[in-house]
């Protein structure tokens, strides 16, 4: 097939630290493509990955830009879904046409490419969200039979309006790369259980600071605050006029979280990526998920268990079907719960995880299941009557380029 892969203008692909969603990008794509599917990567222009094309509509990740107001945020996903409708009509103006567009561009890449009709290809929407954020677009929006959705959970799906659900086709779950090297044993591994994500309320820091403590376990926190990669960026925002404190997160990270730090039994590294990133989860006791929020998909569960890292969650959204209980990890419901994980993780053996990891969450298993959700909306969606023509663009502006890889 030809495929147009939308990650959105949000972040690079891969990205740089945190990303679960360009990582999923990133992960389909690659495997995909060795596949033999044809790939243009709709993205921004930091972006690295190989494809046949890649476009964008920004030179950078745009994601330090969401926390702001709604008038000057949304301009910048319509200016990628332009971007889009761009790509497919010079694609089908060079007898080229795509045989699908799959979106992970949130509400706007449905609305606007389902807008279209049959004059676009027909579209794939995976939801990587919470549904309840944006409510009202999913309990209204009528693809037609040409916009169909997928989730990354049944949780996920469960809970979304009856019209969304009726236009779904099923869930897909997350994918990693995952390799045949054995994990580090227990032995060799470090005594600090890591929090691999976004330091928000929902991660569940706190939670994951108080069981570490009762628990007598090193911790240590890896991941952004706002937009903030780490902690020589959030200290010069904060230090600079302006209103870094505005943004909720950071406001809560400093009231909440920084006084606990103290470089030994809590640390905090920023955003990891690559080698580093590998090493700090390969390394760790444990992985802790202490979310209080119902995840929908878990991207950071699945890396875990590939590195061969037990993982200690709440159960809560899509964990329980990542997590065996006392095979890969523990599940509990509240914080004496997850205290009792941590302190059983001894038990749980890395090789085991990296083998269920193997079996569930390789890229060769996602990539199997979207193939077969793409031919079920080719079967099934009206036939394209007219090819998507728009008029010869003007001069694109700085930020827009192409890359072929």
């Known amino acids: 097939m030809r495929l147009l892969m939308d990650a959105g203008p949000w972040l690079a692909v891969p990205p740089v630290g945190y990303g679960g969603l360009e990582n999923v990008v990133a992960t389909l794509t690659t495997e995909l493509r060795a596949r033999g599917h044809e790939v243009v990567l709709a993205t921004v222009g930091e972006s690295t990955l190989p494809?046949?094309?890649?476009?964008?509509?920004?030179?950078?990740?745009q994601f330090a830009r969401l926390p702001g107001p709604y008038p000057q945020v949304v301009g910048v996903a319509h200016a990628h879904a332009g971007l889009v409708l761009d790509t497919v009509a010079r694609y089908a103006g060079a007898g080229r046409p795509f045989d699908l567009v799959h979106t992970h561009l949130e509400v706007v890449g449905p609305a606007v490419l389902g807008a279209m009709g049959v004059s676009a290809p027909p579209v794939l929407h995976t939801l990587h969200w919470d549904l309840a954020r944006n409510a009202d677009f999913y309990a209204t929006f009528d693809g037609r039979g040409r916009v169909a959705y997928v989730g990354v959970s049944e949780s996920q799906l469960a809970r979304g309006p009856e019209l969304l659900q009726r236009q779904s086709l099923g869930h897909v779950p997350l994918a990693v790369p995952v390799t045949d090297v054995p994990p580090l044993p227990r032995a060799r591994r470090g005594p600090y259980a890591l929090l691999l994500a976004r330091l928000t309320p929902t991660k569940g820091a706190l939670t994951a600071i108080e069981a570490c403590a009762r628990a007598d376990v090193p911790l240590v926190l890896a991941g952004p605050v706002g937009p903030y990669p780490d902690q020589a960026a959030l200290a010069a925002a904060l230090a600079a006029p302006g209103g870094a404190r505005d943004n909720a997160d950071v406001a809560w990270f400093?009231?909440?979280?920084?006084?606990?730090?103290?470089?030994?039994?809590?640390?905090?590294?920023?955003?990891?990526?690559?080698?580093?990133?590998?090493?700090?989860?390969?390394?760790?006791?444990?992985?802790?998920?202490?979310?209080?929020?119902?995840?929908?998909?878990?991207?950071?569960?699945?890396?875990?268990?590939?590195?061969?890292?037990?993982v200690v969650a709440m159960a809560r959204g899509c964990l329980p079907t990542l997590v065996d209980h006392g095979v890969t990890g523990f599940l509990a419901d509240d914080v004496d719960g997850f205290t009792e994980g941590l302190r059983a993780v001894a038990d749980i053996d890395p090789a085991v995880c990296a083998r269920e990891a193997r079996r569930r969450f390789a890229p060769p298993v996602m990539a199997a299941a979207y193939e077969a959700r793409y031919h079920q909306l080719l079967g099934r969606a009206p036939q394209q009557t007219r090819p998507l023509t728009l008029p010869a663009p003007r001069t694109p502006p700085s930020g827009r380029a192409a890359a072929a890889r």
């Open 51 to 61: 494809a046949e094309e890649r476009v964008s509509a920004f030179p950078t990740g």
């Open 254 to 310: 400093c009231e909440h979280v920084r006084p606990h730090l103290d470089g030994e039994r809590v640390r905090w590294v920023g955003s990891v990526a690559g080698q580093e990133k590998a090493e700090l989860l390969g390394g760790a006791r444990a992985a802790l998920f202490p979310i209080d929020w119902e995840e929908p998909g878990g991207t950071a569960v699945c890396e875990a268990l590939a590195a061969g890292t037990p």
